[in-house]
C-alpha cells in the first residue's frame, strides 16, 4: 500500500470505514473498536448477534488497557505468539462498549505482530475489530477474489498484498484460568 494510500486508509477507519482484510489467521473484517456504526455494519454484513461480541486485534497491549479490566501483572502473560495465535478472554473494563463484548463481562483480544495489522493498528494508536470475513454459518472467504465476489458492494476497502496466518481461526483460552474455548486443531 502507498504512503498516499495508506494515510487515506487510516483516515477513513478513524471516521468508521469498514474493510475487508488478511489477518494473522484467517480474512476478516474490521473497523475502529470506539465506533459503533462500523461494528453495526460489520454486524449486519455478517448476520451475527451483536450479543457474541468480537475480538480486538492489537499490535500492542497498551492499545487493549482500556477497554480490560484485568489484573496489570495478569495481561502481561499475553503475548505475541506468531506460530499459534491466541486470542485472549479477559475481563472487560467499563470503558469497553457494549458493540464489542456483547452480552459477556468479558473482552477478547489477540496481540499479533501482523505487517499491515502493525502498521495499521500503531498509526491508529488503538487496536481493531476483529471477525471472520463471512456471514454467519458460512465459510470464511480464504483470499481477496472470493472477499470481491461476495461483500465488494459492502465494505469500503479491501486490503491486498498481505498474507494470512494459514486461514484457521485463532485459539481461544480463558486468561483467568488458562482454558482453552476454541482449539484451533
Not at 505468539?81 to 463484548?101: G, K, L, Q
Not at 463481562?105 to 505482530?113: G, P
Request: glycine content about 8%; hydrophobic content about 35%; charged content about 20%.
Amino acid at each position: 500500500m502507498s504512503p498516499w494510500a495508506l494515510n487515506r486508509f487510516i483516515h477513513a477507519v478513524s471516521q468508521g470505514a469498514v474493510f475487508g482484510y488478511p489477518t494473522d489467521t484467517t480474512w476478516g473484517f474490521g473497523c475502529h473498536p470506539l465506533i459503533a456504526a462500523g461494528v453495526n455494519r460489520i454486524l449486519q454484513i455478517k448476520n451475527r448477534s451483536p450479543e457474541k461480541g468480537l475480538i480486538l486485534l492489537s499490535s500492542r497491549l497498551e492499545y487493549c488497557a482500556a477497554y480490560t479490566g484485568a489484573d496489570t501483572n495478569l495481561l502481561k502473560s499475553i503475548q505475541c505468539n506468531a506460530e499459534n495465535p491466541t486470542t485472549w478472554v479477559v475481563p472487560a473494563s467499563d470503558f469497553c462498549p457494549p458493540w464489542i463484548r456483547g452480552n459477556h463481562a468479558t473482552v477478547a483480544i489477540r496481540i499479533t505482530d501482523h505487517p499491515f495489522l502493525r502498521t495499521v493498528c500503531d498509526r491508529l494508536e488503538a487496536p481493531i475489530v476483529s471477525t471472520s470475513a463471512n456471514r454467519s454459518g458460512k465459510t470464511c472467504v480464504r483470499n481477496a477474489l472470493q472477499m470481491r465476489k461476495q461483500f465488494d458492494a459492502e465494505l469500503d476497502f479491501i486490503v491486498t498484498g498481505f498474507d494470512t496466518g494459514g486461514n484457521q481461526p485463532s485459539e481461544i483460552k480463558s486468561l483467568d484460568c488458562g482454558i482453552t474455548l476454541r482449539s484451533n486443531h
